[in-house]
């Protein structure tokens, strides 16, 4: 899968990572020359200093054959141009865009070109939130109008988890664990992974299986 990001920050680094560690075809689209330079040394992957809102810029990270664009800047603006630049012109099958602003989540699915959007603010509320009402579990991140979501969980010294390979806890089918976190590394599990007191764990599910899996790790 070719997907080409636009926001070389933090963000940005992580999702490249991730995607280039599941063998997936990465192109990063940043701004500032000097952070450019330090993805390329860092990342194994195309990286390229232009504007992501830009026609040319695009072409020239080759849109017209990306899968997916993910637009993750700090300027709502930018990302709903590029997400719009990236459907219409390009025809790229899927877009995502970072929203700082709730109040613009509505706005870009009206004007178009924006099949899923993240909003860090509505996040970070959440996990105020979550952390005050369940200390266990938290809500990363809401697709499908709630019905999907990546929650974060650590393996406490009296979970059922703890100690087990992945494939032994028989998770619903609904539920997925995508990556854990161990001793500040990051882990791409799969059935034999031994989960381990500490462990935080990523996962994806439906909100109706959320409290299964809370029970369950």
């Not at 012109?89 to 099949?115: D, M, S, Y």
């Given at each position: 899968?070719?997907?080409?990001?636009?926001?070389?920050?933090?963000?940005?680094?992580?999702?490249?990572?991730a995607?280039?560690?599941?063998?997936?075809?990465?192109?990063?689209?940043?701004?500032?020359?000097?952070?450019?330079?330090?993805?390329?040394?860092?990342?194994?992957?195309?990286?390229?200093?232009?504007?992501?809102?830009?026609?040319?810029?695009?072409?020239?990270?080759?849109?017209?054959?990306?899968?997916?664009?993910?637009?993750?800047?700090?300027?709502?603006?930018?990302?709903?141009v590029?997400?719009?630049?990236?459907?219409?012109?390009?025809?790229?099958?899927?877009?995502?865009?970072?929203?700082?602003?709730?109040?613009?989540?509505?706005?870009?699915?009206?004007?178009?070109?924006?099949?899923?959007?993240?909003?860090?603010?509505?996040?970070?509320?959440?996990?105020?939130?979550?952390?005050?009402?369940?200390?266990?579990?938290?809500?990363?991140?809401?697709?499908?109008?709630?019905?999907?979501?990546?929650?974060?969980?650590?393996?406490?010294?009296?979970?059922?988890?703890?100690?087990?390979?992945?494939?032994?806890?028989?998770?619903?089918?609904?539920?997925?664990?995508?990556?854990?976190?161990?001793e500040?590394?990051?882990?791409?599990?799969?059935?034999?992974?031994?989960?381990?007191?500490?462990?935080?764990?990523?996962a994806?599910?439906?909100?109706?299986?959320?409290?299964v899996?809370?029970?369950?790790?």
């Amino acid at each position: 899968m070719k997907v080409i990001i636009i926001g070389g920050g933090k963000i940005g680094d992580f999702l490249s990572k991730a995607l280039l560690y599941n063998k997936h075809q990465v192109t990063i689209i940043e701004e500032e020359s000097e952070r450019c330079n330090c993805l390329v040394k860092s990342l194994n992957t195309v990286v390229i200093n232009g504007d992501g809102t830009s026609l040319q810029t695009l072409t020239d990270a080759e849109a017209q054959n990306a899968d997916v664009l993910v637009a993750l800047t700090g300027r709502d603006q930018d990302n709903l141009v590029a997400c719009q630049l990236a459907h219409h012109h390009f025809k790229v099958p899927r877009t995502i865009a970072r929203v700082g602003n709730p109040q613009n989540r509505e706005l870009f699915q009206k004007l178009g070109g924006v099949n899923t959007t993240v909003c860090t603010t509505e996040i970070i509320s959440s996990l105020v939130e979550e952390k005050v009402s369940l200390k266990d579990m938290i809500t990363l991140l809401t697709f499908e109008e709630g019905e999907v979501v990546i929650v974060e969980t650590e393996v406490g010294e009296d979970s059922p988890a703890r100690g087990q390979k992945i494939m032994e806890l028989n998770l619903p089918q609904e539920c997925v664990i995508i990556s854990v976190f161990r001793e500040s590394h990051m882990i791409f599990p799969h059935g034999e992974t031994i989960l381990k007191m500490k462990d935080k764990v990523l996962a994806l599910t439906t909100a109706q299986k959320k409290s299964v899996l809370q029970e369950m790790i």
